[in-house]
């Protein structure tokens, strides 16, 4: 939708949730819930159009170092919030992804590796992508933008989680997902092709690991299906949500 991608200033992947139906014939509120890839470069005016967005908190999904290496800083008389909620891993700790991608064997990163990844991420954070969900139930902190780095793995994540339980089906959750690819990682590639080629990274090799690959979600949302029975039941037994928190996300999240 040529709406969805919001040109703020310093960033490439920030995305409007809204406007995606639901298997029940409502609809996701547009300007609540906001994805986004990281805002350390965002200067006077991309806040200026999270200001004009009305953006009231930010929830930063960035690993300690990664924020320490990328620091946000929202001017001091814009009354956003930051609430962080750190997942991390190796990848997110590698201070510099071309040596990250240079360190491993030639297959070290291809859709096996982000199929793991993800299984990984679903399972192993569980609580904390509930965490979100339960703050953005809550509609005195909308609209709100969630972030990582590239806002596209544990942001991919956390979006699919979030319209998945909100009713929407699921080949339109992967299609959203896909747009990280469409929108950012094309870019980034174009920009890191030269150092990776220097350190003879084959870059076909690494593009799955660069990119938001179907597969990997696909996998990592059929296995919540398999082991839980779909994602709202997930996010109950593993996540420590419950039913209450559901319907208030559906609630103000979904228009009839």
Not at 50 to 70: K, M, S, T
Not at 74 to 90: K, M
Not at 175 to 203: F, N
Not at 228 to 244: I, K, N, R, T, W
Request: net charge negative; charged share 25%.
């Amino acid at each position: 939708m040529p709406d969805r991608l919001i040109p703020v200033q310093g960033t490439l992947n920030f995305r409007d949730l809204g406007g995606y139906p639901t298997v029940d014939g409502g609809r996701v509120r547009w300007g609540m819930v906001y994805r986004s890839d990281h805002l350390a470069e965002v200067g006077e005016e991309g806040w200026a159009t999270l200001a004009g967005l009305r953006i009231r908190e930010i929830f930063d999904l960035r690993h300690d170092a990664e924020r320490d290496r990328q620091p946000s800083r929202v001017p001091p008389e814009l009354p956003i919030r930051t609430t962080l909620l750190a997942i991390g891993g190796e990848a997110a700790e590698a201070p510099d992804v071309v040596d990250l991608l240079s360190a491993g064997g030639e297959d070290a990163f291809g859709i096996d590796f982000m199929i793991a990844m993800y299984q990984g991420l679903v399972s192993d954070h569980a609580r904390t992508f509930a965490t979100l969900l339960c703050h953005l139930a809550q509609g005195e902190r909308l609209p709100a933008v969630f972030h990582c780095t590239a806002g596209k793995d544990r942001t991919g994540v956390a979006s699919a989680l979030l319209l998945s339980v909100l009713g929407v089906a699921r080949d339109v959750v992967l299609d959203d997902y896909e747009l990280s690819t469409r929108y950012r990682s094309e870019r980034r590639i174009a920009v890191l092709r030269p150092r990776l080629e220097a350190a003879g990274v084959d870059v076909e090799r690494v593009r799955p690991f660069l990119s938001a690959p179907r597969p990997a979600l696909e996998a990592a949302l059929a296995a919540v299906d398999i082991e839980h029975g779909g994602v709202e039941q997930f996010l109950v037994e593993m996540g420590g949500a419950d039913g209450g928190t559901i319907s208030a996300l559906r609630d103000v999240l979904v228009e009839s």
